[in-house]
């Protein structure tokens, strides 16, 4: 396969007087249906082929889609352009059928990047801030990766960056899928959002894009403390969960009386995992927060212990600590996988 590409370069060389040329190799790791490709200036696509069929528009233009067929995984597709001048900046693929829109143009956020770095981007478009005494101009918010005070995510990125990730944040909302690239037009392989805070909701266009993300090939690591009766919007993680048929518990607090940390029964340390890669040589993991009410479609890769307890919150407490008749026993999931798109 390499020296097929490597010919099909050496044509464009010799052909580059009038013309350029790209081979875009499918490493999307499974078959593509569609490729989006982006010039930094309009162009005239003069040829192509062979394997996806269809091209829109048919002119000259900035954005071109290919579609009506099938490219195989490390197979290509190949176009020719003019003015020679012009630089393709990014292009990606779907293992979704494309069917281009002539009314709102096809859009980045439909299509895999053929380029997902090692890079997690984390959600900071609703961060909490602290109250005066632990704020600092410029920090002071909760799970912010730059953040290292307990409340903050830096250990965690930390954690990601020692492993070969780069780590970065979304700071201003929408999300769209095209806030989501980096400056060379590359998508994250991970998108984190960690205890949406009790500011704004997500709303449904943002919802959509991150569902989006997800059916195309990107990762989303979703998580919730909890919420009250009276701080519904800060249900927004519960929002965004429910796009994938996933919800999590509302108004209360897991507990456990025989595991937890310190003197907190809300500390609950978890250390019931299943044989999923993703909880591979996990031993145990301190946990604050809801559970997972309904899970649909996914896998449960983590649960309580038959002994915890989900601690509801009443009118005007934050729950007390002890375990009521009508108060949900464990096994209790907590820790889910979901294959989606
Ligand atoms: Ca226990
Ligand atoms: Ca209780």
């Known amino acids: ?137 410029g920090r002071g918010y909760e799970q912010a990766i730059d953040e290292d005070a307990w409340y903050g995510s830096s250990d965690l990125a930390k954690l990601l960056r020692d492993n070969e990730y780069a780590v970065d944040a979304i700071t201003a909302s929408p999300i769209t899928g095209l806030a989501l690239l980096d400056d060379d037009g590359r998508r994250p392989a991970v998108l984190m959002i960690l205890e949406p805070t009790h500011e704004r909701t997500y709303t449904e266009s943002e919802i959509s894009a991150i569902r989006l993300f997800v059916s195309t090939g990107g990762g989303l690591f979703l998580a919730s403390s909890t919420w009250r009766a009276d701080e519904a919007s800060a249900g927004s993680a519960d929002a965004i969960a429910r796009a994938f048929d996933v ?65 509801r919150y009443r009118a005007g407490d934050a729950g007390d600590d002890v375990k009521q008749a009508d108060e949900e026993a464990g096994p209790l999931p907590l820790f889910a996988v979901l294959e989606y798109g």
């Open 1 to 137: 396969m390499r020296a097929v590409v490597l010919g099909l370069i050496g044509a464009f060389v010799l052909s580059g007087a009038v013309m350029a040329g790209e081979y875009l190799m499918n490493n999307l790791g499974r078959t593509a249906r569609g490729l989006y490709v982006t010039f930094d200036s309009p162009v005239v696509i003069t040829s192509y082929g062979d394997d996806l069929m269809n091209i829109s528009p048919a002119g000259e233009a900035t954005e071109f889609t290919f579609s009506g067929g099938e490219v195989d995984r490390y197979g290509g597709q190949w176009l020719n352009w003019e003015p020679a001048d012009v630089r393709l900046v990014s292009y990606w693929w779907s293992s979704n059928t494309i069917v281009p829109t002539t009314a709102t143009g096809p859009q980045p956020g439909d299509f895999e990047s053929a380029q997902t770095a090692l890079r997690v981007v984390s959600d900071e478009t609703r961060m909490f801030r602290k109250s005066a005494e632990d704020y600092e101009e």
């Open 247 to 311: 919800s999590f518990r509302y108004s209360g607090k897991l507990h456990d009386a025989t595991d937890h940390h310190s003197d907190n029964l809300h500390v609950v340390r978890v250390s019931n995992w299943g044989e999923h890669p993703i909880a591979r040589d996990v031993r145990g993991i301190y946990y604050q927060g809801t559970y997972l009410d309904e899970t649909g479609g996914a896998t449960v890769v983590g649960e309580s212990d038959d002994d915890a307890w989900f601690d």
